[in-house]
């Protein structure tokens, strides 16, 4: 038989075979509900109202006196947004195994659910169809007040599984405790290959190739272990087979002192245009890195977008990046504390993240390259005892938003609309919160990037942990593009 299908003429043949069989079974490519229907080829996508979420909201590893929590919301939707039909069932929030019951639960619209507060972090999933699932959104929140690893704040939004990440700011070096973590919510296996990119070029590392990550469980590669001395590292997490979802877990320390514990948030796909939001106004450490996974040097244009507007920050105008590298540029000075914003443009396709450290060098966050806003993005801030600044930016022309804030309950504290000036940042600063909140920002003229940094008090008190943390802003899924029926042509050569 194999011979048989070696000749491209039978080959052929039946591939036309096959695609005649399918498309009178009416197979379809696309995910979700199957759709019988027959349509044309050329078929335009239409929008679908998303009726099914899950999420993946990792954890901390063990060490030290710590608590965690997940926050999560079905928020409420802009007026005569579309959701699924059906009753509103409630969205679980539950440990990975399949068996596992739920510790939390997203009942209604518009409230925020969390899991009970936990001294042993575990990985969540937040998971449901129906009404509730457009736009659902959380966050996981570890706090440790002492120990060798984990001492600070560590929060990052739960992740959508998917098969493409990257991450831009890791290290091997021996100053810090690494860490990429996949999460596989789906009931079979998934294979990723890592990419790793450093200041020396892309590295070979056989270990980083074919990682199995369990069915409803993870995997961990530690960066210590498979890039050892490895500064600045970008990695590119690609699934081969099945979806994971993927954080990478950063432990600071100088020498035998804990200076910090974050999650690293994804970064943008790599392109000739990039934004880097939310850069944290205050004192101490700002390192922009800047990855180029491309077998050409780029040569990469900055432009810092500030609170007074944009400037090309003197003799960092441009920047080059060689091949397959990272560079890592210390913008302190350059940045004077404000609250900003920075675009590069490259003539290669490059990604970054930015690096900022509290003026006492012993926490940090990072944030990400991310995509400009297209709809509605929602953010589930967790308790925090300092002001937190959510950081608006219209790289180009002048741009729009509004935005709200609401409580647990559901109840709007703050709703406002503002211009952002054409290549300047604005920063809306919210006061402090015992209780969770979440976040609405919707772009309504221009180009908008936009996140939110939560930074110490000038003056904190001797026994307060520093809560240093930066969540980006993107735009929530509540709709997705659904094509028409396709048949699978590949099926016929499997």
């Known amino acids: 038989m194999s011979r048989l299908l070696s000749d491209p003429r039978l080959r052929i043949a039946a591939v036309v075979a ?19 229907r027959v349509e044309a080829a050329a078929a335009e996508p239409a929008r679908a109202v998303v009726n099914r979420t899950a999420l993946a909201c990792p954890a901390l590893a063990p060490g030290g006196k710590m608590t965690s929590v997940v926050n999560a919301v079905s928020p409420t939707l802009p007026e005569g947004t579309a959701t699924a039909p059906g009753t509103a069932a409630p969205l679980s929030i539950a440990p990975l195994p399949a068996t596992s019951d739920p510790v939390g639960s997203l009942l209604k619209r518009g409230t925020i659910g969390s899991s009970p507060v936990a001294v042993s972090p575990a990985p969540l999933s937040i998971k449901g169809t129906g009404p509730l699932a457009a736009g659902t959104v959380g966050t996981s929140t570890t706090t440790a007040p002492d120990g060798e690893v984990n001492r600070g704040m560590a929060s990052v939004p739960c992740q959508l599984p998917g098969s493409d990440f990257w991450f831009v700011g890791a290290s091997g070096a021996s100053d810090r405790r690494d860490a990429l973590v996949m999460t596989n919510l789906d009931s079979i296996n998934a294979e990723v290959n890592v990419s790793v990119y450093s200041r020396s070029g892309a590295a070979d590392l056989p270990a980083a190739r074919g990682i199995v990550v369990p069915a ?22 690609e699934s081969t087979g099945g979806r994971v979802a993927a954080a990478v877990r950063s432990n600071a320390s100088a020498g035998n002192t804990p200076v910090g514990v974050d999650w690293l948030n994804t970064s943008a796909a790599p392109a000739t ?19 180029n996974p491309t077998d ?34 210390s913008l302190d000075k350059v940045l004077n504390g404000d609250a900003s914003a ?9 990604t970054a ?65 503002l211009d952002v000036l054409n290549g300047a940042t604005t920063p809306i600063s919210f006061p402090a919160q015992p209780r969770p909140t979440y976040l609405m920002v919707q772009q309504t003229r221009g180009t908008v990037v936009a996140g939110v940094t939560l930074m110490p008090a000038p003056k904190p008190a001797k026994d307060d942990v520093p809560q240093v943390a930066a969540w980006p802003l993107s735009t929530s899924l ?17």
Do not use: C, W
């Open 216 to 237: 409803r469980g993870t995997a961990t590669l530690y960066l210590r272990q498979i890039a050892a001395n490895l500064r600045d590292i970008a990695l590119h997490v």
């Open 353 to 417: 993240a930015m690096r900022a450290t509290d003026a006492s060098q012993t926490e940090f966050s990072s944030i990400g390259s991310a995509e400009a806003l297209t709809g509605p993005a929602y953010l589930v801030l967790p308790a925090h005892k300092q002001p937190v600044v959510l950081q608006v930016t219209a790289p180009g022309k002048t741009g729009s938003v509004k935005f709200e804030l609401r409580d647990a309950a559901g109840r709007a504290l703050v709703t406002r609309a």
């Open 273 to 291: 245009m990039v934004f880097v939001p939310a850069v944290a106004p205050g004192g101490g450490g700002r390192i922009l890195s800047i990855a």
């Open 18 to 36: 096959a695609m005649a069989v399918l498309a009178g079974l009416g197979v379809v490519t696309h995910p979700g509900k199957a759709d019988t």
């Open 478 to 494: 509540v709709f997705r593009a659904q094509l028409g029926a396709q048949p699978d042509v590949s099926a016929a050569l499997r």
């Open 342 to 350: 920075i675009t590069i443009t490259s003539d290669q396709p490059v």
């Open 296 to 329: 050409l040097q780029a040569t990469a244009g900055l432009t810092i977008n500030g609170p007074n507007g944009p400037f090309k920050p003197a003799g960092l105008e441009t920047v080059s990046v060689p091949a397959g590298s990272v560079r890592s540029i």
